[in-house]
């Protein structure tokens, strides 16, 4: 499978333009990227920018520190989808799991999850995991494991630390199956892109994304 595929050709600086997201969205239909992640504000262009294409629209929830209240995030869940959002990648509350706060995460993701119900929209939970502990991975491990979300993903790109191949180990030791990873954060070249997808990421978020299809090998994405 080609590396596009895999990728999340994403955009979410503060001060993002119209031409930027048109050049993103061009680049996605060009390469072959799963989705465009683009910021909220730009999902109804994105999406008219991707039509007829494979394509899908992510957006963000919560971004970039995740300690904004659950009804907050719910309301930002409403309006995405509204706007046609296929894909939504939210931010936990990670002071909650710093503190170890299990009952305030579970009341979070049962109201995201209520809030998505039959939507068909992908939920990627953002966890930030070069600010964590292995423990406190592995506690996002059994609490989200029991929801229905489609991703457990490693940071925002805000962070000092983004993905690491040991982060994308330990999630996919302590998740079933069914629950995919999704790397981001500091993914620049397709080196180490193959080594988060070698030890069990399934996406990627990436603003590097040409760059790295372009520096894969002849029939492993390159181009």
Same mark, same amino acid.
Request: include cysteine; proline fraction near 3%.
């Given at each position: 499978?080609?590396?596009?595929?895999?990728?999340?050709?994403?955009?979410?600086?503060?001060?993002?333009?119209?031409?930027?997201?048109?050049?993103?969205?061009?680049?996605?239909?060009?390469?072959?990227?799963?989705?465009?992640?683009?910021?909220?504000?730009?999902?109804? !262009?994105?999406? @008219?920018?991707?039509? $007829?294409? *494979?394509? =899908?629209? #992510?957006? %963000?929830?919560?971004?970039?520190?995740?300690?904004?209240?659950?009804?907050?995030?719910?309301?930002?869940?409403?309006?995405?989808?509204?706007?046609?959002?296929?894909?939504?990648?939210?931010?936990?509350?990670?002071?909650?799991?710093?503190?170890?706060?299990?009952?305030?995460?579970?009341?979070?993701?049962?109201?995201?999850?209520?809030?998505?119900?039959?939507?068909?929209?992908?939920?990627?939970?953002?966890?930030?995991?070069?600010?964590?502990?292995?423990?406190?991975?592995?506690?996002?491990?059994?609490?989200?494991?029991?929801?229905?979300? !489609?991703?457990? @993903?490693?940071?925002? $790109?805000? *962070?000092? =630390?983004? #993905?690491? %191949?040991?982060?994308?180990?330990?999630?996919?030791?302590?998740?079933?199956?069914?629950?995919?990873?999704?790397?981001?954060?500091?993914?620049?070249?397709?080196?180490?892109?193959?080594?988060?997808?070698?030890?069990?990421?399934?996406?990627?978020?990436?603003?590097?994304?040409?760059?790295?299809?372009?520096?894969?090998?002849?029939?492993?994405?390159?181009?």
């Amino acid at each position: 499978m080609h590396i596009a595929s895999f990728i999340d050709h994403t955009i979410l600086k503060p001060d993002t333009t119209s031409a930027e997201i048109s050049k993103l969205c061009a680049e996605a239909v060009q390469y072959g990227f799963a989705s465009v992640c683009v910021p909220p504000y730009f999902i109804a !262009q994105a999406k @008219k920018e991707v039509a $007829g294409s *494979a394509v =899908k629209v #992510a957006t %963000v929830i919560g971004f970039p520190f995740g300690y904004s209240h659950h009804l907050a995030k719910v309301a930002e869940v409403k309006e995405a989808l509204a706007a046609g959002a296929n894909e939504l990648d939210m931010v936990v509350n990670i002071a909650a799991v710093v503190a170890g706060d299990r009952a305030t995460l579970e009341a979070e993701i049962a109201a995201i999850t209520g809030a998505i119900g039959s939507s068909g929209a992908a939920l990627k939970l953002i966890l930030e995991t070069g600010i964590l502990t292995n423990d406190q991975i592995v506690a996002c491990c059994e609490i989200y494991r029991k929801y229905p979300v !489609q991703f457990l @993903k490693t940071s925002t $790109g805000y *962070a000092a =630390k983004g #993905a690491s %191949v040991e982060a994308v180990r330990l999630m996919r030791q302590n998740l079933p199956e069914q629950i995919q990873i999704k790397a981001s954060g500091g993914i620049r070249d397709f080196t180490f892109a193959q080594q988060l997808i070698d030890a069990g990421a399934t996406r990627l978020g990436c603003s590097a994304s040409v760059a790295i299809v372009q520096g894969a090998p002849a029939g492993e994405g390159g181009y």
